[in-house]
């Protein structure tokens, strides 16, 4: 685990690494949503990098269509797409096709970004997800619906379900980079990364992977 001085070094190291990406052929790249990533997001759009040729997976998308400008679409498109020149056909959200469990989704990917939730979740595989996982649609925790609760008027408007990438699709990228921000991440990251390997605590897939880097900031 590499500790960051500060929260805009968080975006800025990881930013690197997004931009070395952006020069392969046609990179695919997954992304997160939640509070981490926003000074990631801040800084590539200060860097004005050419998306042109780039295709997005999101990571995860609520099941609720009265929320808009709560969505996850409406988050990326706030704090990234809109100031880059992505194409609108080469961004994708798990959700957009109507095929359970979608087995397309995310596929031959070169970078996935994720963040990690305090019960060890990434994306929206909630603990007791099975490792084989694939995309779908999945009811939310307790704890995850109160996490959420920040971003809407009262916690009874939080939607309860989710489509989250699957922790087999998430494990089959090529590179992952887990960021993470805060001390109270700090227990759940230990445990993820040095306890026992098990589907209650989704983020210990990680620890099967060949190529995982991570970033923690206070
Ligand atoms: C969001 C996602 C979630 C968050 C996690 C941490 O797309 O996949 O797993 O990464 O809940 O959220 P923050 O960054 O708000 O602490």
Known sequence: ????????????????IVEHTLTLPEPKLVLPTGSTPISLYKELVNRDLDWSTTTTFNLDEYVDNTIQDQSYRYF???????????????????GDTAVWPDLSYGTGVDLCILGIGGNGHIAFNEPGSSFDSETRMVDLTEETIKDNSRFFPTIDDVPTQAVTMGLK???????????????HKLNILNVAMNGEQTESVPASILQSHKNVEIYYCD
Do not use: Q
Request: proline content about 4%; aromatic content about 12%.
């Open 1 to 16: 685990m590499k500790v960051l001085k500060n929260y805009w070094e968080l975006g800025s190291v990881v930013s690197d």
């Open 76 to 94: 990326m498109m706030e704090n990234l797409f809109k100031h880059t020149n992505m194409y609108d056909d080469n961004i994708y959200f798990p």
């Open 169 to 183: 699709p998430i494990m089959s990228s090529k590179k992952i980079v887990l960021i993470a921000n805060g001390k």
